[in-house]
């Protein structure tokens, strides 16, 4: 699963280590959604529910932020403990771009969020 991909459109979740522990350079993609009434990343495409609306809308606005390789060494990140460093970066950059807060909530979190509101139901 990308990091920090899993929201409403309304926060950025905390990222995981997976993508930042090995110090490479990342790419990073960002969408945001510009629709007043309807944000894409708010209904959940496994749901039939998600996939009628998105259906019925015929035009979706967004921006697509497409970045050059982020890499760690070009900001005096090389030791595998300095992933976190790399991450919070990565994260402000993106936080930025989007004009959303941070959340401490991760992807577990969100997940277990929808298993018990049952809205995000899998049909």
Same mark, same amino acid.
């Given at each position: 699963?990308?990091?920090?991909?899993?929201?409403?459109?309304?926060?950025?979740?905390?990222?995981?280590?997976g993508a930042?522990?090995?110090?490479?350079?990342?790419?990073?993609?960002c969408?945001?959604?510009?629709?007043?009434?309807?944000?894409?990343?708010?209904?959940?495409? #496994?749901?039939?529910?998600? #996939?009628l609306?998105?259906?019925?809308?015929?035009? #979706?606005? $967004?921006k697509?932020?497409?970045?050059?390789a982020?890499?760690?060494?070009?900001?005096?990140?090389?030791?595998?403990?300095? $992933?976190?460093?790399?991450?919070?970066?990565?994260?402000?950059?993106? #936080?930025?771009v989007?004009?959303?807060?941070?959340?401490?909530?991760?992807?577990?979190?969100?997940k277990?969020?929808?298993?018990?509101?049952?809205?995000?139901?899998? $049909?």
């Amino acid at each position: 699963m990308p990091e920090g991909c899993y929201t409403n459109g309304s926060c950025l979740l905390k990222f995981k280590k997976g993508a930042f522990l090995p110090m490479k350079p990342i790419k990073m993609i960002c969408f945001k959604y510009l629709d007043e009434r309807y944000n894409l990343s708010n209904i959940g495409l #496994r749901s039939l529910f998600g #996939r009628l609306i998105v259906a019925c809308q015929p035009k #979706r606005n $967004w921006k697509i932020y497409e970045f050059d390789a982020f890499d760690p060494a070009k900001i005096g990140l090389t030791k595998e403990e300095d $992933w976190e460093q790399f991450a919070a970066k990565a994260h402000k950059i993106m #936080r930025t771009v989007l004009e959303v807060p941070s959340s401490d909530l991760t992807f577990k979190d969100q997940k277990e969020y929808e298993a018990l509101s049952g809205f995000f139901y899998d $049909w």
